[in-house]
RNA sequence: GCGCCCGUAGCUCAAUUGGAUAGAGCAUCUGACUACGAAUCAGAAGGCUGGAGGUUCGAGUCCUUCCGGGCGCGCCA
């Protein structure tokens, strides 16, 4: 139950009362009205603007109008007293019982505290990662991984239909590629040629890929298949032959690498696939007969025509039409589909699955291909679909400050299997999402290791490891209590009279309006914030106690208090289990 | 040259999506342990939110325009 929410239309009711009694005009539209907490807490428990959003299309000066809702607000369930602030804030404080009851609801609930159907169910397609299955995945994958997984466990707590998706480019002239350097390998493989002979072919730019990663990719085709295409001369035999095996093989590899991650698809859709099957025929037939496509000649590109340019004709997609600055190639100008064509195909298999909400994650190098696919979203929704697109910028990995390159597999980049290996899974999960996906974010092996309170991950574990250490000391100081959160709930709670301990009640009551928050924004970040925040609040109230000893949790002579406050206690472990679990990080019972 | 993203304390980042006096951590300074785990906590100090205009009750947030940084820029994927 999200308090603000509930709030919020007890205030609708107030200001519909009003409009019937004549008070306020009728027909005011409360979609402006916002009740959310203060950002300083001596400003009361809840605020609203509704005076000040009001006072205009109400005639009425916000203040006079503030008075008069004030008055009729105190009227309302839960309130204790509200008064008006500021240009026309109105501050409300609620019944202590309310944040109290927000603590049984908590333990009642579990680590589902803060699901919510605010999602009404409704589909929503979230697609990452998509690596190309040309080579090991490497931390920028990591990141879109990571990102992908938890928007949508976030989405899904907070009530929506989610569907995740990776897509497949395996139809184009990279894995060509790919499978040309395989090639290589395999020969070498078989003893035909030499490294040297790979390493010549990589300067002079005859292969694209020659990465160690696929001297065991080779070592599989050769077992599989011996010397069955060492003499085979035509590339259009052989070509087609390597670029599978080795997507097959590559695809195993990223399941494998996101397993790792704890990552998992629902669905995997080949760009070859759709080719094949005729679905991009289909879409951009479907684009023809809306007439939004023509034969025509694009502009170079302003300020930086290059070298080799000359206009050719080829088809195109009116992108124009929907926002998009040019209009975009649909076919080379050899007639084959392009890459954008396949995409559109795509999208329009999501749409065709019932999909209108889409969620892509991509990396920050895709940025400039956001608009067309947007604009060709549009075309084939007729505006109903809506795509949001999440960019992830760079991640630089970092050993204490200093620059990490070099990677034991792949020679150039990080790989994810270097993260997982070097940190382990729940930091490297956890340490993506401390950023805004469109903000570069550091990764420095060393700082995510350290424990203090410089890292958040560690900070965040510690809160939860204390809380249970609280409790295996209570199971021998009340033996014959009932310390499960069942028995909790029953706990006096009247006994949580503490100001800082009200104040954790109240910060674990708005965990659910934060989950719906950062599922609308598309942002998990912020679950990672309010954990941060979370978890010091409960640091500060745990060193409350070492001072002054009768806040300590646990009261020898008092089990009533102590029942009590070991409720918070475990309510506060349950929402930092609830918001790990979004992350899909497990939260540790001990760190020593 | 055009498009997208970004610019907040010395450093790394928040800011309830347009709300009140812009908040944390690090670094600096000062304090709290014979311990419900001090791996923590309390306090001090630190700001013209890159600059200039505009929109309105109200702007770090929206608009315009400069400055600075990142990414991208005909048929690659």
């Known amino acids: 139950m999200n308090i603000f929410a509930v709030m919020k239309t007890r205030i609708d009711a107030v200001l519909g009362d009003l409009m019937t009694a004549g008070k306020l005009p009728a027909g005011l539209d ?4 916002v009740v959310e907490p203060p950002r300083d807490a001596s400003h009361g428990d809840i605020s609203t603007n509704a005076a000040m959003v009001l006072a205009k299309p109400a005639g009425m000066a916000p203040k006079v109008l503030a008075e008069l809702i004030v008055a009729h607000v105190k009227g309302v369930q839960d309130v204790t007293g509200a008064s008006v602030a500021g240009p026309g804030f109105i501050n409300i404080k609620l019944d202590d019982a309310v944040w109290r009851g927000a603590l049984t609801d908590i333990l009642k609930a579990g680590r589902s505290y803060g699901d919510s159907t605010v999602g009404g169910s409704e589909k929503v ?8 299955p040309t080579g090991p995945m490497h931390v920028g994958h990591a990141r879109g991984a990571v990102v992908g997984d938890a928007l949508a466990r976030l989405l899904a707590k907070a009530g929506f239909a989610v569907t995740k998706e990776y897509y497949i480019n395996d139809a184009g002239g990279q894995v060509d590629n790919v499978a040309a350097a395989l090639r290589m390998r395999y020969l070498q493989a078989l003893g035909r040629i030499t490294e040297a002979d790979v390493q010549g072919a990589l300067e002079r730019k005859e292969i694209q890929y020659g990465g160690a990663y696929l001297i065991p990719v080779a070592e599989a085709l050769k077992a599989r298949d011996g010397d069955k295409w060492a003499d085979v001369a035509d590339a259009a035999v052989w070509i087609p032959a390597l670029r599978e095996f080795t997507v097959a093989y590559m695809m195993k590899l990223v399941k494998e690498d996101l397993d790792s991650l704890g990552v998992h698809h ?8 759709l080719v094949d099957s005729g679905k991009v025929d289909d879409a951009l037939k479907f684009l023809a007969e809306r007439d939004l496509t023509y034969t025509g000649v694009l502009e170079p590109p302003k300020g930086k025509t290059p070298d080799d340019w000359e206009p050719r004709p080829q088809l195109l997609f009116k992108a124009t039409q929907f926002g998009d600055e040019v209009d975009r190639p649909l076919r080379k100008s050899s007639g084959a589909g392009t890459y954008f064509a396949s995409d559109i195909a795509y999208h329009k298999d999501k749409v065709d699955r019932g999909f209108k909400n889409l969620v892509n994650i991509w990396g920050a190098d895709h940025g400039g291909y956001v608009k067309r696919v947007q604009a060709a979203l549009a075309a084939l929704t007729g505006g109903e679909g809506s795509l949001d697109v999440l960019l992830c910028q760079m991640v630089r990995v970092l050993n204490n400050g200093e620059p990490v390159k070099m990677s034991k597999r792949a020679g150039t980049f990080v790989t994810l299997r270097d993260l997982i290996d070097e940190v382990g899974r729940d930091v490297v999960r956890f340490i993506m999402l401390t950023r805004k996906n469109d903000a570069p974010l ?20 510690y809160a939860h490891a204390r809380g249970r250490s609280v409790f295996r000391h209570a199971a021998e100081m009340f033996p014959t209590a009932d310390l499960s959160d069942a028995g909790l709930a029953n706990a006096d709670l009247t006994r949580l009279n503490d100001p800082d301990e009200l104040g954790v009640l109240r910060m674990l009551a708005a965990w659910p309006r934060l989950v719906e928050g950062a599922a609308f924004a598309h942002e998990p970040h912020r679950i990672a914030f309010y954990l941060y925040e979370l978890a010091s609040q409960f640091h500060a109230l745990w060193n409350k106690g070492n001072d002054a000893t009768e806040l300590r ?8 208090v102590s029942c009590a406050r070991l409720a918070l206690v475990r309510g506060v472990g349950l929402v930092i289990a609830s918001g790990l679990t979004v992350f899909g990080v497990e939260p540790l019972e001990e760190m020593r």
Not at 266 to 273: A, I, L, P, Q
């Open 30 to 33: 409360l979609a402006r009205v």
């Open 125 to 132: 397609n979230v697609e990452y990662v998509s690596a190309n």
């Open 266 to 273: 629902d669905v995997f859709t080949s760009e070859k696939g």
């Open 442 to 461: 550091d990764f420095d092996y060393a700082k995510v290791m350290e424990k203090s309170r410089e890292n958040p991950v560690f900070y965040v574990h």
């Open 553 to 560: 949790f646990l009261q020898a002579a008092d089990q009533s």
